[in-house]
């Protein structure tokens, strides 16, 4: 009985060391997840997250750089589910990066890609209102890129059938019948109207000839009627030169001309001051003479007694 109650504790005690050996090990394992690995929030609503589970990868550019750690579907939007990363911490994530579901087209195993931006950025941190970490916006892959291109390409084709179609309706093909029979009968009417056009074609290159023949005589004409013009220029500009020096000479002579009228009018009127007062004494003696002829007695025998002054004695 000893024996089997010591193996029996022997047994608990080696249960109780594996057991606390393995949860020594998850929480070495998940704090050393929480220390080398920073935590994004991402929201899928586009994209089918098939073939997704936890502990899906998270690549950048193709490298596995974290895990997906959880995800559920968001109360009240059953169409949005949200998935909680865990990266790396030296994986660079940018402001501008997006999310995009990858899944391998033989296993079905989803994996999240994470593309930054091409022109880079600062560090992903801001933690918007009401959640735990940073969000990362959700992208759009590039196979629904080109699935997008395809179905526009569809719809465009489909387009243009559909006015492909309305071109050869009934009425269109009708119209198109009656075109071609109008251009028919236009270039029967035109095959017989050659001759004639011919014919005006060949009149208006004559007429261009005689065209030409008379611009050359025009030209011939405007060259000699050149040639007198720059003779009859060079002529007018001789008799301007002479005309010039014509005149300058008759404005220097006039110049002499007034300078002798002025001086022999200086004399002329030296010589009338002259005579004027020549004219003037001879008009004060004959003045006199009168007053003397016009009293014989006092030239005869002196002035009268009463006409003395004082002192004057008569002779």
């Not at 071609?180 to 005006?200: D, F, V």
């Amino acid at each position: 009985m000893e024996s089997e109650a010591r193996y029996v504790r022997i047994g608990l005690a080696t249960l109780a060391l594996i057991a606390l050996l393995v949860v020594g090990l998850v929480w070495l394992g998940g704090s050393s997840d929480d220390r080398h690995g920073k935590r994004y929030l991402t929201y899928f609503e586009k994209q089918s997250l098939e073939g997704l589970q936890i502990n899906s990868d998270v690549r950048m550019q193709g490298i596995k750089v974290g895990k997906v750690v959880d995800y559920s579907i968001v109360q009240g939007e059953a169409r949005k589910v949200r998935v909680l990363l865990q990266v790396d911490e030296r994986t660079p994530v940018l402001d501008g990066v997006q999310a995009v579901v990858a899944r391998h087209l033989v296993t079905g195993l989803a994996a999240i890609d994470l593309e930054n931006p091409a022109l880079g950025g600062s560090p992903l941190m801001r933690i918007p209102e009401g959640e735990l970490y940073p969000v990362i916006p959700e992208g759009v892959p590039k196979l629904t890129q080109v699935t997008d291109t395809l179905e526009e390409m569809g719809l465009a084709g489909q387009e243009a059938l559909y006015r492909f179609n309305s071109l050869l309706s009934d009425s269109n093909q009708a119209a198109l019948g009656e075109t071609l029979g109008n251009l028919n009968q236009i270039t029967g009417e035109l095959r017989q109207a050659m001759p004639e056009l011919r014919e005006a074609v060949a009149s208006a290159r004559r007429a261009a000839d005689r065209v030409d023949s008379l611009g050359g005589d025009a030209s011939v004409a405007m060259q000699a009627a050149s040639d007198r013009l720059g003779r009859l220029t060079d002529e007018t500009a001789a008799t301007l030169v002479v005309a010039r020096g014509t005149l300058e000479r008759v404005d220097r002579e006039a110049a002499g001309l007034s300078g002798q009228i002025r001086l022999t009018a200086d004399l002329a009127g030296q010589d009338i001051q002259s005579t004027a007062q020549s004219l003037r004494l001879a008009g004060d003696a004959l003045q006199e003479t009168g007053r003397a002829l016009a009293n014989p007695s006092r030239l005869l025998y002196g002035p009268s007694p009463e006409s003395l002054g004082p002192g004057e004695e008569m002779r």
